[in-house]
């Protein structure tokens, strides 16, 4: 659980793909990772289980 925790704390807070697609919600970085990283992304697929959204998703202010 460490490394899904860690995994998913890398996409929250360092990968800019998943960042720029949770800030602004639209453009390329939010098509591909809605799209395409969500699939194949071993990160995203931790957000997702950790934060129980998508990685394209905005950011709630209680995480």
Do not use: W
Request: glycine share 6%; with cysteine; charged share 30%.
């Amino acid at each position: 659980m460490e490394v899904k925790k860690a995994a998913a704390d890398f996409c929250k807070n360092v990968c800019p793909v998943c960042r720029t697609a949770r800030e602004k919600q639209k453009g390329a970085c939010y098509g591909f990772v809605k799209n395409v990283e969500r699939g194949i992304c071993p990160f995203c697929k931790s957000y997702e289980s950790v934060y129980g959204r998508a990685a394209h998703e905005p950011v709630l202010k209680d995480d």
